[in-house]
Structure formats: C-alpha cells, structure tokens
C-alpha cells in the first residue's frame, strides 16, 4: 500500500476521528494514527465513564429519598459490576467509532505517530513513514501532577476507572469539574471524601451563586472541603497514603486523587522541530481556521488549548475538513459555549456570569431558589438554584445558570434560544408546563435585583 496520503490524522478522539471521517466522505484519502485506543479521553477514560459512574452515585440519594415516597429498599452496592458493565460500554462505543471511520475508507494505524516535516510522519513502532498533503495533530491532553515528594502514590481521573476496589477513604485535590465530579462519585459510592483547593471556593469563574450552591449540596452528602491549601507531600503509612498539606498538617486516606488541571499533549510529537508554534504549557498555537505556523499542519481539540470541552473539538473537526478538503472555509464561534458538572447537585451554564454581565452594561437578574419537588416529602433541604441574566429592562438574555436536578439538559435547551438572541420577552411568551422545575425559567416576573452603572441595586 502507498504511503502518501491527503491528510494523516494523529490522534483519536473525538476531534480526530469527525475530521477524518469528514474529510474521507469529502474524497480524501485518509489515515489516522491512535497509540492507545480509538475514542480518545470523552469517550475511553472521560465524560462517558464518568458520567456512567454519576448515575451509579445518584441511586444513594434516589434510595434515601425512595423512604418518603413509601419504598422500603434493601440495597447493596457492588463496585466490580459497575467495572464490568463500564467496561462493556466502553468496548462498544469503540467499536463503533472503528466502524465510523472504516465506512468511509480511514485507515486506522495502532501506532505513535511523530512529525518529521511539514509532510512527513513516522510510525515509531513500526518504523514505517507517512507522506501526506496536510496533517492534523489531535493527540488531546493528560492530567497534570504536581511536583512534590511521593507523589507517585496518588492517582488522576485515568486511574479512577480502574480502581480494583473502592478506598475507604479519599483525598481529591482540585476545585475544577473533575474534582467535584469525582467527589460526587466516591461519596455517593460510601466513600469517606474529601477535597482540598488551593482556592476559597469551588468552580473558579463560575457564577457565585452556584459555586456556593454546589458547595452546600457536596457539604450536605458528607464530604468535606478544605481551602486555601494544597497537598505538600504523599508518604506510604501500611494500606493507607499520608497527605501532609500545606498548612503542616498531615491525615492519611484510603487513596490520593489528583485533579489539578490537564496539559496538551504535545511532548515527542516532533511538533517544534517541525516549526511548529507553542503556547505556553505546549499548547499548539492556531489561527482561527485551526491552521499552525507551518501551512500544511493543523491542530484541533485540547491540545490548543481552546476550549477544552469534546462538542467543541468535533466541531473544530468539522470546520477543518470543511475548510481543507469541501472548499468551504468554516470557522468555529467560540462566543456561546454551554457547560455541566455533573456533580450532585448537578450544575450547568451558558453565557456570562453574574460579575462578568454587570461589567459589560446595565443588567437585569432573575433569581429563584426552591426545593425540587423531588425532595418535599422528605427531610432533605436542598435549593435548585436558576439565574436569568438579561440586559436592562428585558433584553436580551446574557446568560443563564443552573443548579439541580436536570440542569444540563434545561441549559442545552435553553441555548438554542440564546443562540437566537432571544430577550426576556421570548422567555415569557413560552407557555410554563407544570409542575417542572423549567417552568421558573419562563415565569419570572420582576427582577430579583438589577445592576445600573455597575452597581447592585
């Protein structure tokens, strides 16, 4: 078989595999090159995993919840299956992301890839080298470590996966999603959490309304938070890892997680050898077609450092295989981008935050505060927590944020009708369907506060 190709694809995932596919449908002659496995981080050891780990924390919650409703539950919960059945998904999703790219004629090589040129990759296993018209890198990105003694004893998100059995105790530090997403897991799961945040708040460039919101749902499921301090030093102590944090004290836990931000995956790849631009931490330096310093080189995904969300590495897939092989010159817009922690409370925004909004112009806010109906006949205090943001006297909606039950499928919803522009008058004209927590989002009457001059009034 030729080794030439019109585009030579390094990397998998979710980015990786819409470009290759794309361009291959559009007629071009296409290989891409995964050393581990086709699906990348979302799909093998990320969103999907560990939204399928969610659900399994949820049924504690669900089972205390379950009493007021009548039911009497007898539950055990059993982590090897939860493993197993993960692990069955994750085979099948794979499967069909080989099948995608098969269809439409993408060669899939088992392989490292490193860039020898402007048109050149080499497979480093294989020794066999690649020629191609254009490359795209898609090689995402990996956990970042912090540098301190023992820290080899800790685990990231990878690991998380696979644990052969659950700690009796864990310490996780970070205030980002994977760190509070995790915590939701493990406590939901029986594990004693807790994390530990540089920080004085979760969720750093949220809305403060629901970084205090979800840190009052993760303190009522028992887990316990521990600010402006880090993990200074790990130590074996028999079964259990001794943290000493920053502040000079030391606790031991069952494990030590590691969710303190992820880098690009850029090391080895040949990238400035090739003369090939990087920002800072690696990052691949692009322009807004996702093109490098080098002509024949693109980048999509993670590993610029863009947006570090999977919807938005397909999407750059798409416009690059537009652009490059469809003669259609397509961009990504950057400006509305939502976003869900999956956490318990579930969180989930688009658009500017409350500080960020007041900052721009005169703005209202709509604010609610309530129990899910859920939660009435029960003892548990939990408030869904919704945010309207709109520009003054029922403009247009700037940004929306929630936080409860069901929060990331309201905002996928509702971004739709930012995308629109719509104003506080679009809101109102949606009949509320009853009894749903949604319903608030088109029933606000007045606001609960306005800003004017970039004042709080």
Same mark, same amino acid.
């Given at each position: ?147 301190? %003694? ?101 606790? %031991? ?57 999977? %919807? ?134 007045? %606001? ?10």
């Amino acid at each position: 078989m030729s080794d030439a190709y019109d585009l030579v694809v390094i990397g998998a995932g979710s980015g990786g595999v819409r470009a290759a596919r794309m361009a291959a449908t559009y007629g071009a002659r296409v290989a891409i090159i995964e050393e581990y496995r086709v699906g990348g981080t979302c799909v093998i050891r990320g969103c999907v995993p560990k939204k399928l780990f969610v659900y399994a924390s949820r049924f504690s919650d669900m089972f205390e919840i379950a009493r007021s409703f009548g039911w009497t539950v007898d539950a055990k919960f059993d982590w090897p299956t939860l493993l197993a059945n993960k692990d069955k998904e994750i085979d099948r999703l794979e499967s069909a992301y080989v099948a995608g790219l098969e269809k439409p004629g993408v060669e899939i090589i088992r392989d490292r890839g490193v860039i020898t040129g402007p048109n050149g990759v080499k497979l480093l296993h294989s020794g066999r080298e690649l020629s191609a018209r254009y490359i795209l890198v898609a090689t995402g990105g990996h956990p970042q470590i912090p540098e301190i %003694p023992g820290k080899e004893l800790g685990i990231t998100s990878n690991e998380a996966f696979h644990l052969k059995a659950l700690p009796h105790s864990i310490l996780i530090e970070g205030g980002g999603y994977i760190a509070v997403e995790f915590a939701t897991i493990f406590a939901g799961l029986g594990v004693d959490t807790t994390i530990i945040y540089r920080g004085d708040c979760i969720l750093r460039g949220f809305d403060e309304d629901m970084r205090r919101g979800l840190e009052a749902g993760l303190t009522e499921r028992g887990i316990k938070l521990i600010y402006q301090t880090t993990i200074a030093r790990l130590e074996k102590r028999g079964t259990d890892i001794l943290a000493t944090m920053s502040d000079g004290v030391s606790a %031991p836990y069952g494990a030590v997680m590691f969710a303190t931000g992820r880098r690009p995956n850029t090391h080895g790849l040949g990238l400035a050898e090739a003369g090939v631009k990087l920002h800072a931490h690696g990052a691949i330096e692009v322009d807004e077609y996702s093109r490098t310093s080098v002509a024949s080189i693109y980048a999509v995904g993670d590993v610029t450092n863009r947006a570090q969300l999977t %919807p938005v590495a397909i999407r750059e897939g798409s416009a690059f295989a537009a652009t490059v092989f469809n003669n259609t010159p397509t961009t990504v817009d950057y400006s509305l981008i939502g976003t869900a922690v999956f956490a318990e409370p579930e969180l989930a925004t688009i658009g500017l935050n409350e500080a960020d909004a007041a900052t721009h112009d005169n703005i209202d806010v709509y604010l609610a505060r309530f129990r899910p109906m859920m939660n009435t006949l029960s003892t548990k205090s939990e408030r869904v927590i919704m945010k309207l943001i709109t520009e003054a006297d029922g403009g247009r909606v700037l940004g929306l944020h929630i936080l409860g039950p069901g929060a990331a499928e309201m905002v996928q919803m509702g971004a739709i009708a930012m995308g629109m522009r719509a104003n506080k008058a679009d809101f109102d004209r949606a009949m509320a369907m009853h009894p749903t927590a949604a319903e608030e989002l088109v029933t606000f009457k007045a %606001p609960s506060y306005v800003y004017r001059g970039g004042k709080k009034q």
